[in-house]
């Protein structure tokens, strides 16, 4: 498995604040980090590179996007606005803030993204993982959305797209993937598919709901009950992602990879173990689909670190870290209610006829 990696992507400074918002706060004795830091990538890197699934991995640098690349995906005057406003610190929405390394940051991270996806389809690894930042999921083509600035997985499936692939887009982070569900809207040779918390619109660069509802014949919204861990989520890609991915035909598999669903994290309201994300991988591998990764959220550093670590070991079919923190109970009372309701928003797919009966 090759890991991408480039250095631009730690020069995206997000300040501090109150949490993830940004400026003065009198009240507020010591302002607290943005949770989408250097020091949370710096993290995962170090926990890939000294922990024991070090020797099964290689590591590759990635580059910068052209402005060519970053439009597939965005248009040109959001890349416009972005671009001048990486000139000073300025927040770009609500929680998103950018500054002078930020450009830089956000192009390494794109085309990192696509160095990844290279090495796949030219056959090198069939499993690479762009450890980049700023994450992307939910940026949209003209929008700003959430920490996000330009939609790293959507430009490797854009790209994919144009080379003829038949792509699909897996999320599992904790939150709706919103920016790919827009960038792919009205593209039918794209499946994108959101496993994630139940949380609704957000503001006005986040009006979609990622209910059920907003499923269609190229999108699927698995929305799951807060609290949801390992079995529901084990559940919502057995029994609705991957039975809607061998339908689509996919042949290729791109995944939107976040840790905020643990049970540890300050920005999700889910519960899943790192024997959880382990599982998850193991199922990824399982698929035998050439499979880019990109990195999205995971906010309690130390704990998404040991998430990713074991997500890791799962893609590679290895059983190597214990949890020391693991102890919320697996409550699935809710997941049936849930994956029914995702099912019955998929009228023309055949997989979701045969399990409602």
Do not use: K
């Not at 339908?247 to 959880?276: I, K, Q, Y």
């Not at 919320?328 to 995702?342: E, K, T």
């Amino acid at each position: 498995m090759e890991v991408y990696w480039h250095d631009a992507c730690l020069g995206h400074d997000t300040g501090s604040g109150l949490w993830e918002l940004p400026g003065r706060w009198d009240w507020l004795d010591v302002p607290e980090p943005h949770p989408e830091n250097a020091a949370r990538l710096r993290t995962f890197r170090h926990a890939l590179e000294r922990g024991p699934v070090a020797p099964h991995l290689t590591w590759a640098t990635g580059r910068f996007a052209t402005d060519e690349e970053l439009s597939r995906v965005h248009t040109a005057a959001y890349l416009a606005e972005l671009r001048a406003a990486c000139e000073a610190r300025t927040a770009v929405e609500v929680n998103t803030v950018v500054g002078p390394g930020s450009w830089d940051a956000i192009r390494a991270a794109a085309a990192t993204a696509l160095a990844a996806y290279e090495s796949v389809a030219a056959g090198r690894t069939r499993l690479a993982y762009a450890l980049v930042r700023p994450p992307g999921h939910h940026a949209q083509p003209g929008l700003a959305d959430g920490y996000c600035l330009v939609n790293n997985a959507a430009l490797v499936a854009e790209t994919a797209r144009r080379a003829g692939r038949r792509v699909a887009v897996l999320d599992w982070d904790v939150h709706h993937g919103n920016g790919t569900q827009e960038v792919f809207r009205d593209t039918p040779d794209v499946l994108t598919i959101s496993v994630h918390m139940r949380h609704g619109p957000w503001g006005a660069n986040h009006r979609q709901t990622g209910s059920p509802a907003e499923s269609d014949a190229s999108n699927i919204n698995v929305e799951l009950s807060l609290g949801a861990g390992d079995t529901a989520y084990r559940r919502a890609l057995a029994e609705i992602a991957f039975p809607a991915l061998a339908e689509f035909g996919a042949d290729l598999l791109v995944c939107a990879s976040g840790f905020d669903g643990s049970a540890f994290d300050p920005n999700g309201r889910h519960n899943l173990t790192a024997d959880g994300y382990r599982s998850i991988g193991r199922a990824v591998a399982g698929l035998g689909l050439p499979t880019v990764l990109t990195q999205e959220g995971g906010y309690l550093r130390g704990y998404a670190a040991l998430c990713l670590h074991t997500l890791v070991e799962g893609l590679l079919g290895l059983d190597l870290l214990a949890d020391p923190l693991a102890y919320v109970p697996d409550d699935a009372q809710l997941v049936d209610v849930d994956l029914a309701r995702a099912r019955s928003t998929l009228p023309t797919w055949d997989f979701a006829r045969v399990t409602a009966r």
